[in-house]
């Protein structure tokens, strides 16, 4: 059998594995419920429903000459940096927005690190969701008679992706998983950055998770298109690997458990002084019902 067969399903079930794994470890880890994971998702599907439109909305202007365009030689450097300053303006805007007004109990370090956790697991499991649906087609589609599947103006470019799709290397299959490992700390310490914000009360460290989240995805941006995917790899895991110093260096104690209260007897009360009392008739009488 054809090992990409195995390769091209194993990328997507590897990032599925990689984003509930990292959600149920840390959920273990700090005796935390999943609420926190889901809305760390909910965000990120949030900050896509205004960064997707605004981009488009971007360069149809840069198209139709409205927004000046740059020389052609700054054309992928502007287009890289713009890239990466709208994703970190729309991204790191929604998770200041949640931890303000909905997340408001996520104000420790382990909190913090779960809901990034599922910003960045629900990015992850949308694209293991895409790769899955294109194996299944392109199983589906490999050795079929494509003129009855697909329309004839279009069945020279189904015929070339469905040949690219099969003849990549099998370690070339797995790079989208390779992507997503990378991608996970990334996204870990930019809500533990934003998180700052709040813990330390002072608005620089949202400034400078936009400006991290820039970055990242402006040397992905312009390194895949200027060198080859495995340099831009390279470089998004040398960022991944300082995303994970950064954690830890912002790492706080997270509050102990309360020790249960161990219950002790009540202390004996010490006996009352008896005062002799003289035994007359009348006094003999006031004791009679004590």
Same mark, same amino acid.
């Given at each position: 059998?054809?090992?990409?067969?195995?390769?091209?399903?194993?990328?997507?079930?590897?990032?599925?594995?990689?984003?509930?794994?990292?959600?149920?470890?840390?959920?273990?880890?700090?005796?935390?419920?999943?609420? !926190? *994971? =889901?809305?760390?998702?909910?965000?990120?599907? $949030?900050?896509?429903?205004?960064?997707?439109? /605004?981009? +488009?909305? @971007?360069?149809?202007?840069?198209?139709?000459?409205?927004?000046?365009?740059?020389?052609?030689?700054?054309?992928?450097?502007?287009?890289?940096?713009?890239?990466?300053?709208?994703?970190?303006?729309?991204?790191?805007?929604?998770?200041?927005?949640?931890?303000?007004?909905?997340?408001?109990?996520?104000?420790?370090?382990?909190?913090?690190?779960?809901?990034?956790?599922?910003?960045?697991?629900?990015?992850?499991?949308?694209?293991?969701?895409?790769?899955?649906?294109?194996?299944?087609?392109?199983?589906?589609?490999?050795?079929?008679?494509?003129?009855?599947?697909?329309?004839?103006?279009?069945?020279?470019?189904?015929?070339?992706?469905?040949? !690219? *799709? =099969?003849?990549?290397?099998?370690?070339?299959? $797995?790079?989208?998983?390779?992507?997503?490992? /990378?991608? +996970?700390? @990334?996204?870990?310490?930019?809500?533990?950055?934003?998180?700052?914000?709040?813990?330390?009360?002072?608005?620089?460290?949202?400034?400078?998770?936009?400006?991290?989240?820039?970055?990242?995805?402006?040397?992905?941006?312009?390194?895949?298109?200027?060198?080859?995917?495995?340099?831009?790899?390279?470089?998004?895991?040398?960022?991944?690997?300082?995303?994970?110093?950064?954690?830890?260096?912002?790492?706080?104690?997270?509050?102990?458990?309360?020790?249960?209260?161990?219950?002790?007897?009540?202390?004996?009360?010490?006996?009352?002084?008896?005062?002799?009392?003289?035994?007359?008739?009348?006094?003999?009488?006031?004791?009679?019902?004590?």
């Amino acid at each position: 059998m054809d090992i990409l067969y195995l390769t091209h399903l194993l990328s997507p079930l590897i990032i599925f594995a990689l984003a509930i794994g990292l959600g149920v470890f840390l959920t273990r880890k700090f005796g935390l419920n999943w609420r !926190l *994971y =889901w809305i760390g998702a909910a965000t990120f599907v $949030l900050s896509q429903i205004g960064h997707v439109p /605004f981009n +488009l909305a @971007i360069n149809v202007l840069f198209r139709r000459g409205i927004l000046p365009s740059p020389p052609a030689a700054w054309q992928l450097p502007f287009s890289a940096l713009w890239l990466g300053l709208s994703a970190g303006l729309f991204e790191e805007g929604a998770r200041y927005i949640v931890y303000r007004w909905w997340a408001k109990d996520a104000r420790r370090w382990g909190k913090g690190l779960l809901f990034g956790a599922g910003h960045g697991g629900a990015e992850a499991l949308i694209l293991g969701v895409l790769l899955l649906i294109t194996y299944v087609f392109m199983v589906a589609y490999r050795g079929a008679d494509l003129m009855k599947l697909v329309p004839a103006e279009q069945l020279s470019l189904a015929q070339q992706q469905i040949n !690219l *799709y =099969w003849s990549v290397s099998w370690y070339d299959s $797995l790079i989208s998983a390779l992507e997503r490992l /990378f991608a +996970l700390p @990334i996204q870990v310490v930019l809500a533990v950055l934003v998180l700052q914000t709040f813990t330390r009360h002072q608005i620089r460290w949202l400034f400078l998770a936009i400006g991290w989240h820039a970055l990242v995805d402006a040397v992905a941006v312009y390194a895949v298109q200027t060198w080859s995917v495995y340099t831009t790899e390279g470089l998004v895991g040398v960022m991944a690997v300082i995303s994970l110093a950064m954690i830890l260096a912002l790492r706080s104690p997270e509050p102990a458990s309360p020790q249960p209260q161990t219950a002790y007897p009540a202390a004996p009360m010490p006996p009352s002084a008896i005062l002799p009392m003289e035994e007359t008739a009348e006094n003999l009488d006031k004791t009679r019902f004590l």
